[in-house]
């Protein structure tokens, strides 16, 4: 009886010390932090099988122990669940957590920044590409689909109009006409009741409003200017002058970095010339900045119809009413020039 009774409590014992060991390697399996340093991103693209999920995460280096995540994986059925996506492994993090996160799809958003010189729509392929999933060539396609772009009530002229430089948090499997859409709503949204009455007030529509804006933010960088310059552009519009706006010239050469446009870059055959052809060009010759368009829609008004960069080269300009005030104003830039 003593006999049974010490194998009684000797099995109860091994019981509980395989349970005890059991929980201990369950806990670490699936709930112990599985993630190093300051953990990193996981990619996963669409179609992508277990094998490349494991290899990203061992390549990522954010992984303590990769054994221990397969073995969690493999009893939660990871593999016929995962969804493809951008994932923050973050500190602290178990491998329950990491499994959850993609058996779910619970993607952590990119941002996606529009900003700088953005003049075509292959440089904003480009610029797309780098924050989701899609490449370039697939972004483009979609950028220049014509149809499409008519849908959306623009041309190809006209159609950069529809980006406003800004930051958008998106996921990063979303497709490019997905994307498309979520710029849209975005400039839709730019382009209140208020901003509407504004533009239909000096005769322009919004992408006409965004276009005229392009060549004010080529003209100058410095923002109490700029009502200014929208100002002189509106006056040549209402007279029926031609813009001569020297950054369209550098649009059609190409080439931002050109000092001085020449008498033979005027006669260029480009409806953008506006030195040839009256009003405005077909469309923005850059993407403006929301500033900007908000810079023509308050126009300054006033009486000049000449603006010349000023002698002291720190990027302001003279004003002038009249051309022999624009061309006194033009020969003293043109000496601080030569002195350089």
């Not at 406003?164 to 709503?185: A, G, M, N, Q, S």
């Not at 992408?207 to 003209?219: N, Q």
């Amino acid at each position: 009886m003593i006999a049974g009774k010490k194998t009684y409590i000797l099995i109860a014992a091994g019981v509980a010390v395989l349970g005890l060991l059991f929980s201990v390697m369950a806990f670490r399996t699936f709930f112990m932090s599985n993630i190093t340093g300051e953990g990193s991103y996981l990619y996963i693209p669409h179609n992508a099988g277990y094998d490349q999920l494991s290899d990203s995460l061992k390549k990522s280096g954010s992984i303590k122990s990769m054994s221990c995540f397969k073995r969690a994986a493999g009893f939660e059925g990871l593999e016929k669940e995962i969804k493809p996506g951008m994932y923050h492994l973050k500190p602290g993090m178990s491998n329950h957590q990491i499994i959850r996160i993609i058996k779910h799809g619970w993607q952590t958003p990119v941002r996606i920044t529009l900003s700088g010189n953005i003049r075509n729509m292959e440089k904003l392929a480009s610029l797309l590409s780098r924050k989701i999933e899609s490449d370039s060539t697939q972004i483009l396609a979609i950028l220049k689909d014509s149809s499409l772009v008519d849908s959306l009530g623009f041309n190809n002229f006209t159609f950069p109009s529809m980006f406003l430089l800004d930051t958008y948090e998106v996921y990063w499997t979303i497709k490019p006409k997905e994307l498309l859409l979520r710029f849209k709503k975005e400039y839709d949204k730019f382009w209140n009741g208020e901003r509407m009455e504004k533009a239909g007030k000096i005769g322009l529509s919004a992408m006409e409003v965004s276009t005229l804006a392009s060549i004010v933010s080529e003209e100058s960088n410095m923002k109490e200017e700029q009502p200014v310059i929208a100002g002189v552009y509106l006056n040549r519009l209402w007279k029926k002058m031609p813009l001569q706006a020297d950054p369209t010239i550098k649009f059609i050469l190409n080439d931002p970095s050109v000092k001085r446009i020449l008498n033979r870059h005027l006669s260029i055959d480009s409806p953008y010339n506006t030195y040839k052809h009256a009003g405005l060009p077909p469309g923005p010759i850059v993407i403006p900045q929301k500033s900007t368009i908000d810079a023509v829609l308050n126009f300054k008004k006033h009486n000049y119809i000449y603006f010349c960069a000023k002698p002291t080269l720190d990027g302001s300009h003279n004003f002038a009413v009249t051309l022999a005030e624009h061309n006194k104003n033009a020969r003293a830039y043109q000496r601080a020039i030569s002195r350089l």
